[in-house]
């Protein structure tokens, strides 16, 4: 994905900042860093009900079974 182009569902992704996570399934209850991860992007959250939202972590990413929750910055296109 070039510079610039937002993320929608379906792009592959690669985890490009250190993101630390405590729920990942094979490593529960233990830091574990997503850096250098590749998933593919499951949504993007934008709106809830019908209403505009603006969450934190809007693109939802799954890593097979495992998802997390990013910011566009944390993330670069494969």
């Known amino acids: 994905m070039p510079q ?3 993320i929608k569902a379906g792009d592959q992704v690669r ?8 729920h ?4 529960r209850g233990e830091a574990f ?4 991860q590749q998933g593919e992007v499951i949504s993007v959250l934008e709106e809830w ?5 603006s969450p934190t972590l809007p693109v939802v990413v799954a890593f097979g079974k495992f998802r997390a929750h990013f ?6 296109g494969v």
């Open 4 to 6: 610039g182009d937002p």
């Open 15 to 22: 985890v490009c900042q250190s993101v630390v996570v405590f």
């Open 24 to 27: 990942h399934p094979q490593h």
């Open 33 to 36: 860093d997503l850096q250098g």
């Open 49 to 53: 009900k019908g209403r505009v939202i």
């Open 71 to 76: 910011r566009a910055d944390e993330l670069e």
